[in-house]
């Protein structure tokens, strides 16, 4: 789909537009219409981090008001802990409209890194000092969280098993209130180790403009440790692919998946073979389409291309995989997924929250009707563009 540049930018100030509906008075962006019409840590976080370049004040404001709600203590009902971020907030409601779980909900394995990854990109986009030494101790409260909370066996690797009946089972962004990933927990999570990974060498990089060289070089050995046992624990030799996630007896889940492709940014591979033995995996035909890198292999025995997340194409997922190939230089790989996703819009209009393919046509008749508007399928869309 080739745009002209002033197409281009007519359909930028249209996203923005669109944006402003999900856009909260405190600037953050709420995560989608009409079924998460509130704040979610991944979600505004990632949101942010794709538009980052055109409004880092998002980024700023997103920042903000997680920090106000950093998690202070152990609360085994909102799956609190001390410097988690949390996962969901209605400042409307005390609890979530389900009643599942009493707000704020800290119920997200990932959003505690992903603000740290943030937190980092907003600093030398803007190299606002002010806001980095002001909120030191949200940071430094994150990375407690990370060592004391998120790594509680101390295996270096984060890890998530549900507090409360009414909590979420899986807690990374393929969430669930059911086992349909089929781990059982402690559950480390693929992508969450390259996140982890990327937070700890973000923060040494904040951590030398603070000039603290102890912490410089305690999250530096980390990180090199987490790399090394990360590349040892999760590689399928036999389907020379990452797996899925470690369970909690530390066997591999052994299926084909999106979630790999987030590793490419984190910089957590070691090899460039195995780099470029994951790109290669993604763009085989039972993951790509036309419309971009499906969730779930097709040859997996519970693929569903209909599905929430066991076959289905969500462009946010599709964006950040693409984020990766363009870092590591995979340029012909990259517009692919690009031209994927603004083929996708072209064909439906707009660019909903997911969509599935089904015999090579995309479909939005689907068993959980997608959102629409989305953060971070208009962030993905935006950027792109």
Known sequence: MFLS???RKILRKKILSELTKLKDRKGFLKAGLPNYHR???????ISAWQLLNEKPGIAKATLEVLSQYQGKVINNEKEEEPGKILHELDFKFKSHPQYHFPFPYYGSIDSTLLFLILFSFYYHKTKDRKFLDSHWGNILMAIHWIEEYGDKDKDLFVEYQRKTEKGLFHQGWKDSFEDHLKIEPPVALVEVQGYQYLALREVAKLAEEKKDWDLVDKLEERAWQLKKKFNERFWM???????????????QRKAITSNPGHLLFTGIIKEKEKIDLVVKRLFEKDMFTPYGIRTHSALEEDFDPTSYHLGSIWPHDNWIIAQGLKKLGYQKEYQKV?????????????????YGVV????????????CYFQAWSLGALFNFL
């Open 338 to 354: 690009k031209k994927a996703i603004l083929r996708a819009y072209r064909e439906l209009g707009y660019l909903p929250e997911y």
């Open 39 to 45: 704040l979610f840590g991944r979600d505004a976080l």
């Open 5 to 7: 540049y002033f197409k």
């Open 237 to 251: 030799e036999d389907k020379k692919y990452f797996a899925l996630a470690l369970n909690g007896k530390k066997q």
């Open 359 to 370: 015999d090579g046509k995309i479909t939005i008749d689907l068993p959980k009707p997608p």
